[in-house]
């Protein structure tokens, strides 16, 4: 698939782009089952701050029904012209900027924070199941709700529209269909700011861990007393912190992109120590947190813009805003690691094939591992 993948992207990105279209009739016509605005039950518990959470709050499915099957179905075409590589002065263009602007409405535009909560809680909820501490009431299907589902399901179509445009791009203007390179490799901005980003990508989610962990050690940061002890009693700041946790680690394993043991597994991994670190198992779920923290960040700038501030409320809402941050950092972070990870590419040679030091003292590298490009 690695090899592969820029020749069929567009081809599925078009068959969701045309199903998504067909559903934009359905509920213009009266269809049922409408996940944005007013049919969302999340969002109307509470309609009057529907629209600080999302950007289709309001949406009903007799406006949005008829957009949403335009842009569709208007997508169906773009992507197959753009997978076929069709390369007019116009194409090279429009097509591109098409696919972009979908792909960036898709993963930040219509999020809110519901598609990071999915994520981050299903190994929680799963480490609960597995040590018999479930909470009582609750199974998947409180977290699986549809319309978090349709969300996380625009978000992957988001990141494959950005494919999408990136094996365009290859395609019109002759660069290798495996890694991209059109020629000599040449210092870019991610290179040059690389390293600064990663440390700020490391400390940006420090100032959520440190109010959701001061909640569960029984500082309520300004929170009316009432409201911290009934959050208590139900095991909200645990779990808020079970959550900063899981960005505490996040923070660790991004100090990897730019140490030797992001490149080399160190020598405590028996079975691995010595080897070479596939470079996608770092930088696709960077990506991938980069993506979810920034969508969640832009419902928490909406609430803060509107609501303000108060000595209240900051800890609820002004670390998320930073999360922006986070995911900007965190993505220029990942693709500057995966430049400097850039070996000898298999189809078009371009590139120097090497293997990274490995100052821990491990055994070194075997021929065959040097080889193994991931």
């Known amino acids: 698939m690695r090899r592969t993948w820029t020749g069929w992207i567009g081809y599925v990105v078009a068959a969701w782009s045309a199903a998504y279209g067909a559903l934009g009739v359905w509920w213009a016509l009266g269809g049922g089952g409408f996940p944005f605005g007013t049919g969302d039950p999340e969002l109307m518990a509470e309609p009057s701050a529907a629209v600080k959470v999302s950007l289709l709050g309001q949406a009903t499915p007799e406006v949005a029904g008829p957009v949403i099957a335009v842009i569709g179905l208007v997508g169906a075409v773009v992507a197959i012209m753009m997978a076929r590589g069709v390369a007019g002065r116009w194409a090279r263009r429009l097509l591109p900027a098409y696919a972009w602007l979908l792909a960036i409405v898709l993963t930040v535009g219509i999020q809110d924070y519901r598609t990071l909560i999915v994520f981050a809680y299903t190994p929680i909820l799963a480490i609960a199941k ?71 990508a490391i400390a940006a989610p420090l100032i959520y861990c440190a109010t959701r962990w001061a909640w569960a050690l029984g500082f309520s940061l300004g929170m009316d007393p009432n409201a911290y002890q009934e959050g208590k009693d139900q ?37 691995l120590r010595g080897r070479r670190v596939p470079p996608m198992l770092a930088v696709v779920p960077a990506i991938l947190v980069s993506v979810l923290v920034t969508s969640a960040s832009f419902m928490y700038l909406r609430i803060v813009l509107i609501d303000g501030i108060t000595a209240e409320t900051w800890a609820f809402n002004l670390p998320e805003v930073f999360f922006s941050v986070w995911g900007a950092a965190l993505f220029v972070s990942a693709l500057a690691y995966r430049r400097r990870r850039w070996g000898a590419c298999e189809a078009c040679g371009l590139g120097v094939d090497h293997a990274p030091s490995n100052p821990s003292g491990d055994a070194l590298l075997t021929a065959s591992a040097v080889r193994w490009r991931v």
């Open 235 to 271: 095991g909200l700041w645990m779990a808020g912190a079970a959550l900063a946790s899981f960005g505490l680690i996040g923070a660790v394993l991004t100090l990897g992109l730019i140490q030797r043991w992001g490149e080399v597994f160190p020598r405590w991994m028996i079975g």
């Open 130 to 200: 597995l040590l018999g501490v479930w909470p009582e009431g609750s199974g998947w299907g409180d977290l699986y709700l549809a319309p978090r589902v349709n969300l996380l399901i625009c978000l992957i179509a988001g990141i494959g529209w950005a494919l999408t445009a990136v094996a365009y791009r290859r395609r019109v203007t002759g660069s290798c269909g495996v890694c991209g390179r059109a020629g000599a490799d040449e210092r870019s901005f991610v290179d040059r700011w690389g390293r600064r980003a990663t440390w700020i």
